[in-house]
């Protein structure tokens, strides 16, 4: 337990990484520091996770997460409660927490030492995990959960499949889906097989197979009961082809472009987008994602749900080079740890 800062030791001001416009460098800003409202929780930041979504708000390429600038950014983090509003009683001074919380919609992000955040959007940290481990989860484990859980209702039984298995999200929904009792498939590369199957979903070669093929070979042609797309564009479209006539539901969180719905309906099958950023852009839903992470917490610590961290550790003061190898695409979440 790290305890919070000593009576008397109050900072006035904080380090911030800022960018001044898009594609700009990040330059160490102190401002003030923030204050709590009543139903907010200050939180010292010990670890933010860096997203590809983070790397695109900061080039000015996501349109649907738009942050006014200049601005903090960072998604998700770890840290210590610090102060507590009037009407929290959640949590408390000294305790270990972690959420998405902000860098989008005008919220000050993570790449701070300090943030004041909603009460709804916080968990208490898994017990078994580091700081810099529960930094990585907080986005790509809603948006799994979200679309496994919330939309499809995923239980015993059934037959899952999850494309790019081996991606953020991806190796979060596989261990989710082999939580609830599912048999699960993911769409890897050769080179990833390894990681897919250590989580323990049967690895499919989509360069190797066709989705006829792998229906087939894995389903006796009956398709998946549930699919969760996390790439978009054709193979969302190919999810379509490849979900349970009737009763299967394919699940988007990059479902974005223009697709036709006829080999979906033809199946008599179901549908759901995924948008996990919209309690941070309106508002509504919030305490829907501490729920989950609250939950998510509780399977961590049963060792059923893990982070596959990259190998490289980063500073606070090497965001740029964390966010630099995040751009290039690469094997495991990367964290920032102040």
Not at 52 to 64: N, S
Not at 157 to 163: D, N, S, W, Y
Request: proline share 6%; aromatic share 6%.
């Amino acid at each position: 337990m790290h305890p919070p800062s000593p009576a008397g030791t109050r900072t006035c001001s904080v380090r911030t990484y800022v960018i001044h416009e898009p594609g700009a460098h990040f330059v160490p800003v102190e401002l003030p520091r923030p204050v709590p409202a009543a139903n907010q929780v200050l939180v010292r930041i010990l670890a933010s996770g860096v997203n590809p979504l983070d790397t695109k708000i900061r080039a000015g390429k996501a349109p649907h997460a738009r942050q006014p600038l200049p601005a903090v950014l960072g998604l998700d983090m770890a840290g210590v409660v610090e102060e507590v509003g009037a009407a929290v009683s959640a949590f408390r001074p000294g305790d270990e927490v972690y959420g998405m919380v902000g860098g989008v919609g005008g919220l000050q992000g993570t790449l701070a030492e300090f943030v004041s955040v909603s009460a709804d959007l916080l968990a208490h940290k898994p017990r078994s995990l580091s700081m810099r481990e529960a930094a990585a989860l907080p986005l790509i484990t809603i948006t799994a959960w979200e679309g496994l859980v919330d939309r499809a209702r995923v239980h015993d039984g059934q037959a899952v499949l999850i494309h790019a298995g081996a991606g953020g999200v991806g190796h979060v929904a596989i261990q989710l889906a082999k939580f609830y009792g599912a048999e699960v498939f993911a769409t890897v590369s050769p080179t990833k097989k390894h990681i897919v199957e250590a989580f323990g979903a049967t690895a499919i070669d989509y360069h190797a197979l066709s989705t006829e093929q792998y229906i087939d070979l894995h389903t006796h042609g009956e398709g998946f009961d549930i699919i969760y797309d996390t790439v978009g564009g054709a193979t969302l479209d190919a999810s379509f082809a490849a979900v349970k006539r009737y009763t299967g539901h394919v699940v988007s969180c990059l479902g974005w472009g223009t697709h036709a719905l006829a080999p979906l309906s033809f199946r008599g099958a179901t549908y759901s987008g995924v948008f996990t950023l919209m309690p941070l852009l309106t508002g509504s839903g919030q305490k829907r994602h501490g729920e989950i992470l609250r939950q998510a917490a509780a399977i961590a610590d049963a060792g059923r749900l893990k982070p596959l961290l990259n190998d490289q550790h980063f500073a606070a003061d090497q965001v740029e080079a964390a966010h630099a190898l995040v751009e290039s695409g690469p094997l495991g979440k990367v964290v920032v740890e102040f």
